[in-house]
Nanobody
Framework: QVQVVESGGGLVQSGGSLTLSCVAS????????VAWQRQAPGKKRELVAS?????????NYSDSVVGRFTISRDDDKRTAYLQMDSLKPDDTAVYFC???????WGQGTQVTVSS
């Protein structure tokens, strides 16, 4: 059974930083891509960043976070990260870790950026 658990959310001031972690189990972590999505109140879920499996050579970011967020993975720890810098109030949302090829989601972690 695939399990996905996010952590690291919280309250931060505008311009601050947070690092989210995503620990996944129940499958061969290194082989598959990991994605971060977010959903703000009243808005559709949005893809924020993704990183491929098999070494993580392919990385993609949404236009809204490019240059501010960095996605990475540590396959030995079965963990993916989302380093978020220069945070803005518009980044406030619940952030979800998603394993596309396993169709598995975490429970989400709240990120709130105050102005």
């Amino acid at each position: 059974q695939v399990q996905v658990v996010e952590s690291g959310g919280g309250l931060v001031q505008s311009g601050g930083s947070l690092t989210l972690s995503c620990v996944a189990s129940g499958y061969t972590f290194s082989l598959f891509a990991v994605a971060w999505q977010r959903q703000a109140p009243g808005k559709k879920r949005e893809l924020v960043a993704s990183i491929s499996g098999m070494g993580g050579s392919r990385i993609n970011y949404s236009d809204s976070v490019v240059g501010r967020f960095t996605i990475s993975r540590d396959d030995d720890k079965r963990t993916a990260y989302l380093q978020m810098d220069s945070l803005k109030p518009d980044d406030t949302a619940v952030y979800f870790c998603y394993i596309p090829q396993q169709n598995a989601w975490g429970q989400g972690t709240q990120v709130t950026v105050s102005s």
